[in-house]
């Protein structure tokens, strides 16, 4: 730790996620009855940090096994750092009256389920108060009004909340505590009431039984259509495979048209030692065109990624693949339909795609975490980022290829958009993953925010923004027009969701709230709609895959304007870190399985565990 005092490294490290006294914020809590596990199950979680989430690998980053050992006692000992007394919130308190401590206890819930309660607000006292925020914790807690939100005395919040415990634990006791802030409506004062509920997780009622086809690579998407199946990889490359049996994919062509593309530099300059590119989409029309999304393939997050801000964030592309199976990878299979898509350094990119009566929708990541450039996202949004825009296929083989921009950082802007040909459709999207049609509206995952120090625009002056710059994942049901909550400098979309999370209010009537909330660091990816004779219970509804979270592939169903059931069917430790989610030709359940480089496919749901076994490619 450099000679560093293990509470100063925790402090300067951990808190801002773990919470200064170890009680949990946005990430789990870490106090010593939580702490239940072997000492190295920990030191193998900090040494190794867990992909897809905003936790590092602290060996990468210099700590020794002895230093993470230290650490690993010091959270285990209970010696947390003191808490600086707040006068100001104990005569806050004063005034407000006592607000009781709350424990609510849950029972007979599993693990990945959205679960609603009431909270009763008791002994507020004379003065009405309004709640500014609810600090999440260790089981993604949110509580579903906007807020700020006026409470008298004896009145109840409603609380949502996803149940996301060790990933490795199925069964027992979780329990989530929450610091609700309260203000006097008149601003002269606050105060922090603690809200805990414990959760007794029960086994899933449903395990999907799954045969694993190892692939030649790590997955990035995903598409079916008929007996193909289509797996795209990091480094570019597409196999094509088709169903042979019911359990079995037989590995047809391999395309590496995609991969080919030619790369350039952030200054624009040719890059021909980048090979490879990242494939965020894929989809499949009628006549058996593979559409696909690719940008650079340089990303500077994580361990398998490449370091450095020198991704060209104009390179993002949309390509037609024409003549079915045995012809996708020919010279004269591809046709370029769209170049000079935005993206950013880091993970933010096109990346969903969704075909509906003639248009193709196309999902465009946003520039910045949280609307405002900050170090680890350094470039700032473009009016075509954060946003849906739409396609018409047939003025587009007619136009191909539509350049938006060239290779650089000469970004385009809505005056590149042509109306009937390429439309700026709905925006406010942070970064959108997945995009379906379903019930005949388009439906999209869209990933909440890192966290940390990243601000919002207007939030940037300290007390007058928002409470909270971290959001979670969402599923929104999009219609045209909408704003989906993210803002956007470059067009003017200042305000995050409605307005009513910044301390003075200031609203937002175009935002169009989400559909479901899934919690923090979910990592929402592909989704779905279920049809299929394989799982007829399951029929009609979203599938919707989990890359981190504690959680695998979950079920929803959309009835009217909400999601009136939320249910688990594959879960970790036997399904992690899912990419993709597609349907086979009778009703299969495919899933793309980043890290351990396989596809896993379901026709029935085991008899009692997750149940993987080994299948033949």
Sequence with gaps: MGGVRVDQFYLSNCAVCHG?????????ALS????????????????????????????????????????????????????IPDSQGAEA?????????????????????????????????????????????????????????????????????????????????????????????????????????AVEIVEP??????????????????????????????????????????ETLLLVERIESILDTPNHGRDG????????????????????????????PRLNEGTYLTTGFLADLNSGMLTALRGGPG?????????????????????????????????????????TDSGVPDPSKPDPDTELSGAILRLNLESAQRMAPITLAKAGLDF???????????????????????????????????QGSDGGSAPHPLGEQGPSGISSNLTPDHLHRVMEGDFLGQPNQARGETILNDGSEYATPIG????????????????????????????????????????????????LRVEGDGVTDVISVASPPSVRNITDVAIGPNGEILLAEFWERRILISRRYANAATAVTSGVP
Excluded: C
């Design 20 to 28: 200064s006294n170890q009680e949990g914020g946005t990430a789990p």
């Design 32 to 83: 010593p009855e939580m702490l239940t596990e072997e000492d190295n199950f920990y030191v193998q979680t900090i040494r190794d940090g867990r992909p897809g989430s905003t936790m590092p690998s602290w060996e990468s980053r210099g700590l020794s096994e002895e230093e993470i050992r230290l650490l690993v006692g010091y959270l285990k000992s209970g010696t947390v750092p003191p808490v």
């Design 93 to 197: 308190v004063a005034r407000l009256g006592l607000i009781a401590e709350t424990h609510l206890t849950v029972s007979g819930v599993e693990a990945g389920t959205s679960v609603q309660l009431d909270w009763p607000v008791k002994n507020i006292g004379e003065e009405t108060v309004r709640l500014v925020r609810l600090k999440g914790a260790s089981l993604s807690l949110f509580h579903l009004t906007k807020f700020p939100i006026r409470i008298n005395s004896g009145e109840t919040i409603p609380v949502r909340f996803v149940v996301v415990p060790n990933p490795d634990t199925r069964a027992g006791t979780a329990t989530a505590s929450a610091l609700a802030v309260f203000e006097r409506i008149d601003g002269t004062g606050t105060t922090e009431v603690r809200l805990t509920v």
């Design 205 to 246: 009622r449903r395990q999907l039984a799954m045969v694993a086809i190892p692939v030649n690579g790590l997955p990035a998407r995903m598409t079916a259509w008929g007996e193909l199946v289509f797996v795209a990889y990091m480094d570019g490359g597409i196999d094509v495979f088709r169903f042979q049996g019911p």
């Design 269 to 296: 300059e040719p890059s021909p030692d980048t090979q490879g590119r990242w494939i965020g989409g894929m989809t499949v029309g009628d006549d058996g065109t593979l559409y696909v999304l690719h940008s650079d």
């Design 327 to 367: 012809a996708y990878d020919s010279e004269s299979s591809r046709i370029d339909l769209v170049k000079g898509l935005p993206r950013n350094v880091t993970n933010h990119a096109p990346l969903g795609l969704a075909l509906r009566d003639g248009w193709l929708y196309i999902a465009v990541g946003g520039m």
């Design 412 to 446: 385009a802007g809505r005056e590149m958009l042509q109306k009937d040909v390429l439309e700026l459709w709905a925006t406010g999207m942070r970064n959108g993953f997945g995009l379906t049609v379903h019930q005949g509206d388009i439906f999209l995952t869209d």
């Design 508 to 555: 937002n009537p175009q935002y169009s709230p989400p559909l479901h909330i899934f919690g923090i660091h979910n990592s929402a990816t592909g989704i779905v709609t279920y049809s299929g004779e394989a799982f007829p219970d399951l029929e009609g509804m979203l599938l919707v895959g989990k890359f981190s979270g504690g959680l695998g592939l979950q079920a």
